[in-house]
């Protein structure tokens, strides 16, 4: 399910080093949410980046909402979870 797995020191939860996720990092960031602004200064500076293969996803009718939400329900509040959107270039979840 995964095309690739990377850990990066990334600072600045809200906004991110790596081009490739700047646009949905941004996105994300960009409407105020007051549950999740004031908890950013607590987050790691490392974050795990998975890449996920499209192929395989659209073969087992995933969404990348139902990934990442998975996850994001298993580690509950242990875990950050954003993710790009289906129609993108690279299917991306990032987890701090």
Do not use: C, N
């Not at 690279?90 to 701090?96: G, N, Q």
């Amino acid at each position: 399910m995964t095309a690739a797995v990377e850990i990066w020191y990334d600072p600045d939860p809200s906004s991110t080093i790596i081009a490739e996720d700047a646009v949905f990092v941004g996105s994300f960031f960009a409407i105020h949410d007051e549950e999740i602004e004031p908890k950013l200064h607590l987050q790691s500076p490392w974050l795990l980046r998975l890449e996920l293969d499209r192929a395989k996803m659209i073969d087992r009718k995933l969404t990348m909402a139902y990934v990442a939400g998975r996850i994001a329900e298993s580690f509950k509040t242990d875990l950050f979870v954003i993710w790009s959107e289906d129609d993108t270039e690279k299917l991306t979840i990032r987890m701090v």
